[in-house]
């Protein structure tokens, strides 16, 4: 089966410009979930998409982030205005339930100047 | 706040040695642990899941759980370079929580 794929896999934009990211999880897997490491950091959990509905988005930074997944298929996860300490990887995982391994994506690298 | 803290390393052992990692997690209603691998430039990759106190073994891997000291350890027996790689130790605290992440520890293995 086709793994988690994240795109763009790197991205480098100007503080204040607008980013969007994209997750396409495996195919089947309702839970969907967006991961953040800034450097020297842990990675930390962002939100949590079962099908379309967000089950959980505490770790969302701020209102500058929006996460979406239309139909329940991919997810979006957007910055705007982006600020340089959004810099980092952005990981997208999913899993076919809650109790399953999350699969990981390889990560989209922003990196804001 | 919940934390899961690990050496961050390097750790260095000789080939055909015992790697030894080590996490320690604030939580003491965690119920879910896990050790991820993670190359660089890659997707961490689940190699380990313990739910009960005791030893887990697959293949070269041992995961060992001890709740009441809020441990958990990840074993290497005959270490290979190809597992040099950073491993990620995770808690959570029931299935319907999100993953809580240590630091990580990078593993080098000297040919």
């Known amino acids: 089966e086709a793994g988690v794929t994240q795109f763009p896999s790197h991205s480098v934009i100007e503080k204040g410009q607008t980013v969007t990211l994209r997750c396409d999880p495996i195919s089947g897997h309702d839970n969907l979930y967006w991961y953040r490491r800034v450097m020297g950091k842990e990675i930390k959990f962002l939100l949590h998409?079962?099908?379309?509905?967000?089950?959980?988005e505490s770790g969302m930074p701020n209102n500058r982030f929006l996460a979406e997944r239309t139909g329940g298929t991919y997810s979006t996860l957007k910055v705007q205005p982006a600020e340089l300490e959004d810099s980092g990887v952005y990981f997208c995982a999913s899993s076919r339930g809650a109790h399953s391994p999350l699969h990981f994506g390889n990560g989209t690298r922003l990196t804001v100047t | 706040q919940k934390e899961v803290e690990q050496n961050s390393g390097p750790l260095s052992v000789p080939e055909g040695a015992i790697a030894s990692l080590n996490c320690t997690y604030s939580?003491?209603?965690?119920?879910?642990f896990f050790w991820y691998r993670q190359y660089s430039g890659k997707s961490p990759e689940l190699i380990m899941s313990?739910?009960?106190?005791g030893d887990k073994e697959d293949g070269r891997f041992t995961a060992q759980l001890n709740k009441a000291s809020q441990y958990v350890s990840l074993l290497i027996r005959d270490s290979q370079p190809s597992d040099s790689a950073t491993y990620l130790c995770a808690v959570a605290v029931s299935g319907n929580t999100p993953l809580v992440f240590g630091k990580g520890t990078r593993l080098s293995v000297i040919a």
């Open positions: 939580d003491r209603g965690s119920q879910s």
């Open positions: 313990i739910y009960s106190n």
């Open positions: 998409f079962v099908k379309e509905s967000k089950q959980d």
